[in-house]
Antibody, heavy 121, light 112 residues
Framework: QITLKESGPTLVKPTQTLTLTCTFSGFSLSTSGVGVGWIRQPPGKALEWLALIYWDDDKRYSPSLKSRLTITKDTSKNQVVLTMTNMDPVDTATYYC?????????????WGQGTLVTVSS | DIVMTQTPLSSPVTLGQPASISCRSSQSLVHSDGNTYLSWLQQRPGQPPRLLIYKISNRFSGVPDRFSGSGAGTDFTLKISRVEAEDVGVYYCTQATQFPITFGGGTKVEIK
């Protein structure tokens, strides 16, 4: 049974750096074809893809946010961490992490419940 | 970036009646490996997204067979054969053929 859970601050100030952790179970991020990604959703708006890290440590980022994002993994802890620098009120959103399997669905097939991050002074 | 355009924005449906959502991509979604990485997600109110359909027409584990996907190239469709109350929510198409991964703007399915 695959589960993922996001954790991190619920409130950050403008210009601060956001650090979110995705803790997962039911799969290994050292298995070929597996990845974990981050997607966000501003209140009442559509989904926006942020980043994806693969089992082989290949990393992909949204071009529009690439300069602000860093995604890393700790396979031994079953965790993926996303950092986003220089936070702004427009970054207020629910942030989701999700499981990816290239040799299966080729999509985000399991999602965490999400964590709402508010950016405000 | 590949732009995903969904229509309609909203779909009021009578319980037990069919519903159909269209998704058009700005470029072909056929990958060099021969697969088409077009998926459909359902987001019920207050819930995270849930994968319904992957690679155009494959139902994910546990998805009722009233949901079906079709299409090719740049035009895709999600159909619900008989809408049930639990189907209320927003539906998104998404492509993973080319980075960045992109999502459609969403279609809200509601009961008349």
């Amino acid at each position: 049974q695959i589960t993922l859970k996001e954790s991190g601050p619920t409130l950050v100030k403008p210009t601060q750096t956001l650090t979110l952790t995705c803790t997962f179970s039911g799969f290994s991020l050292s298995t070929s074809g597996v990845g974990v990604g981050w997607i966000r959703q501003p209140p009442g708006k559509a989904l926006e893809w942020l980043a994806l890290i693969y089992w082989d440590d290949d990393k992909r980022y949204s071009p529009s946010l690439k300069s602000r994002l860093t995604i890393t993994k700790d396979t031994s802890k079953n965790q993926v961490v996303l950092t986003m620098t220089n936070m702004d009120p427009v970054d207020t959103a629910t942030y989701y992490c999700a499981h990816w399997y290239y040799y299966g669905s080729g999509s985000y097939d399991y999602w965490g419940q999400g964590t709402l991050v508010t950016v405000s002074s | 970036d590949i732009v995903m355009t969904q229509t309609p924005l909203s779909s009021p449906v009578t319980l037990g009646q069919p519903a159909s959502i269209s998704c058009r991509s700005s470029q072909s979604l056929v990958h060099s490996d021969g697969n088409t990485y077009l998926s459909w997600l359902q987001q019920r109110p207050g819930q995270p997204p849930r994968l319904l359909i992957y690679k155009i027409s494959n139902r994910f584990s546990g998805v009722p067979d009233r949901f079906s996907g079709s299409g090719a190239g740049t035009d895709f469709t999600l159909k619900i054969s008989r809408v049930e109350a639990e189907d209320v929510g927003v539906y998104y198409c998404t492509q993973a053929t080319q980075f960045p991964i992109t999502f459609g703007g969403g279609t809200k399915v509601e009961i008349k």
